[in-house]
Protein backbone atom coordinates (compact mmCIF):
# COMPACT_ATOMS: atom_id res chain seq x y z
CA UNK A 1 0.00 0.00 0.00
CA UNK A 2 1.07 3.94 -0.53
CA UNK A 3 1.71 5.86 2.25
CA UNK A 4 -0.36 9.51 2.10
CA UNK A 5 1.01 12.91 3.21
CA UNK A 6 1.76 12.81 7.27
CA UNK A 7 -1.45 14.87 8.04
CA UNK A 8 -4.96 13.84 9.11
CA UNK A 9 -7.18 16.33 6.93
CA UNK A 10 -5.37 14.67 4.01
CA UNK A 11 -6.63 11.45 5.12
CA UNK A 12 -10.13 12.76 5.87
CA UNK A 13 -9.95 11.71 9.35
CA UNK A 14 -12.35 13.15 11.31
CA UNK A 15 -11.56 15.74 13.50
CA UNK A 16 -11.62 14.47 17.13
CA UNK A 17 -15.37 15.87 18.16
CA UNK A 18 -16.83 14.53 15.18
CA UNK A 19 -15.05 11.18 15.73
CA UNK A 20 -16.19 10.76 19.25
CA UNK A 21 -19.56 12.69 19.10
CA UNK A 22 -21.35 9.17 19.86
CA UNK A 23 -19.06 8.03 22.59
CA UNK A 24 -20.18 7.87 25.95
CA UNK A 25 -18.62 10.78 28.47
CA UNK A 26 -15.74 9.77 29.73
CA UNK A 27 -16.42 8.63 33.10
CA UNK A 28 -18.69 6.09 31.82
CA UNK A 29 -16.22 4.98 28.91
CA UNK A 30 -13.78 4.71 31.51
CA UNK A 31 -15.64 2.02 33.45
CA UNK A 32 -16.47 0.48 30.51
CA UNK A 33 -12.96 0.14 29.39
CA UNK A 34 -11.91 -1.04 32.56
CA UNK A 35 -14.63 -3.57 33.24
CA UNK A 36 -13.94 -5.07 29.29
CA UNK A 37 -10.24 -5.24 30.20
CA UNK A 38 -11.07 -6.86 33.49
CA UNK A 39 -13.37 -9.76 32.14
CA UNK A 40 -10.67 -9.93 29.23
CA UNK A 41 -8.00 -10.82 31.85
CA UNK A 42 -9.95 -13.25 34.23
CA UNK A 43 -10.23 -10.19 36.69
CA UNK A 44 -13.93 -10.13 36.80
CA UNK A 45 -16.60 -12.66 35.67
CA UNK A 46 -18.45 -11.64 32.37
CA UNK A 47 -21.27 -9.85 32.60
CA UNK A 48 -22.97 -12.14 29.94
CA UNK A 49 -24.12 -15.95 30.18
CA UNK A 50 -22.59 -18.54 28.99
CA UNK A 51 -18.14 -18.84 28.33
CA UNK A 52 -16.65 -15.93 27.49
CA UNK A 53 -16.42 -15.49 23.76
CA UNK A 54 -13.24 -14.51 22.45
CA UNK A 55 -12.78 -13.41 19.04
CA UNK A 56 -10.42 -10.89 16.86
CA UNK A 57 -13.30 -8.87 16.79
CA UNK A 58 -14.16 -8.37 20.55
CA UNK A 59 -10.33 -7.70 21.14
CA UNK A 60 -9.94 -4.99 18.45
CA UNK A 61 -12.89 -3.56 20.04
CA UNK A 62 -11.19 -3.49 23.31
CA UNK A 63 -7.77 -2.49 21.92
CA UNK A 64 -10.15 0.30 19.63
CA UNK A 65 -12.37 1.78 22.82
CA UNK A 66 -9.40 2.16 25.13
CA UNK A 67 -7.03 3.81 22.30
CA UNK A 68 -10.27 6.36 21.68
CA UNK A 69 -10.33 7.04 25.49
CA UNK A 70 -6.77 7.45 26.25
CA UNK A 71 -6.99 9.94 23.07
CA UNK A 72 -9.95 11.67 24.15
CA UNK A 73 -7.94 11.91 27.59
CA UNK A 74 -5.19 13.50 26.37
CA UNK A 75 -7.19 15.85 23.95
CA UNK A 76 -8.64 17.23 27.49
CA UNK A 77 -4.65 17.26 29.59
CA UNK A 78 -2.15 17.64 26.42
CA UNK A 79 0.58 17.18 28.96
CA UNK A 80 2.81 14.63 28.85
CA UNK A 81 1.72 11.84 30.31
CA UNK A 82 -1.90 11.50 28.93
CA UNK A 83 -0.25 12.22 25.53
CA UNK A 84 2.31 9.48 25.68
CA UNK A 85 -0.45 7.09 26.73
CA UNK A 86 -2.24 7.75 23.44
CA UNK A 87 0.19 7.36 21.31
CA UNK A 88 0.85 3.74 23.39
CA UNK A 89 -2.68 2.70 22.94
CA UNK A 90 -2.45 3.85 19.28
CA UNK A 91 0.11 1.73 18.56
CA UNK A 92 -1.12 -1.22 20.08
CA UNK A 93 -4.17 -0.47 17.98
CA UNK A 94 -2.34 -0.41 14.77
CA UNK A 95 -0.17 -3.58 15.67
CA UNK A 96 -3.45 -5.36 15.99
CA UNK A 97 -4.58 -4.00 13.34
CA UNK A 98 -1.56 -5.54 11.16
CA UNK A 99 -1.90 -8.58 11.96
CA UNK A 100 -6.16 -8.61 11.36
CA UNK A 101 -6.48 -6.45 8.37
CA UNK A 102 -10.17 -7.60 8.08
CA UNK A 103 -11.19 -5.77 10.66
CA UNK A 104 -9.80 -2.34 10.01
CA UNK A 105 -13.29 -0.45 9.42
CA UNK A 106 -12.12 2.91 8.26
CA UNK A 107 -10.47 3.36 4.34
CA UNK A 108 -7.00 3.92 5.06
CA UNK A 109 -5.12 0.63 6.69
CA UNK A 110 -2.80 1.63 9.13
CA UNK A 111 -0.04 0.94 6.94
CA UNK A 112 -1.37 3.05 4.77
CA UNK A 113 -0.44 6.43 6.77
CA UNK A 114 2.19 7.98 7.92
CA UNK A 115 1.29 9.75 10.81
CA UNK A 116 4.22 10.16 13.39
CA UNK A 117 4.53 7.98 16.06
CA UNK A 118 0.79 8.62 17.83
CA UNK A 119 -1.08 7.08 15.09
CA UNK A 120 -4.20 9.18 17.08
CA UNK A 121 -5.42 10.58 13.56
CA UNK A 122 -6.12 6.35 12.74
CA UNK A 123 -7.94 5.89 16.19
CA UNK A 124 -10.30 8.51 15.32
CA UNK A 125 -10.72 7.02 11.71
CA UNK A 126 -10.97 3.81 13.34
CA UNK A 127 -13.61 4.45 16.17
CA UNK A 128 -15.83 7.13 13.65
CA UNK A 129 -15.79 4.11 11.40
CA UNK A 130 -16.69 1.18 13.77
CA UNK A 131 -19.42 3.64 15.64
CA UNK A 132 -21.14 3.79 12.20
CA UNK A 133 -21.19 0.16 11.68
CA UNK A 134 -22.82 -0.40 14.98
CA UNK A 135 -19.64 -1.47 16.64
CA UNK A 136 -19.67 -4.70 16.17
CA UNK A 137 -17.71 -7.16 18.70
CA UNK A 138 -19.04 -5.46 21.67
Known amino acids: MGTTA ?3 AVIGAAPPHQAYADAPDLRRETHLVLAL ?6 RQART ?3 PPVETPATERAWLLRR ?3 MDRMA ?6 GPVGAA ?3 AEQLVLYD ?6 VAGPHHPDAIALGPSRR ?5 EYAAWTAAGRPGT
Do not use: I
Open 6 to 8: NTA
Open 98 to 103: RRHPDL
Open 37 to 42: GAERDG
Open 67 to 69: AAL
Open 87 to 89: AQT
Open 75 to 80: LDDPSP
Open 121 to 125: PYVRQ
Open 48 to 50: GTG
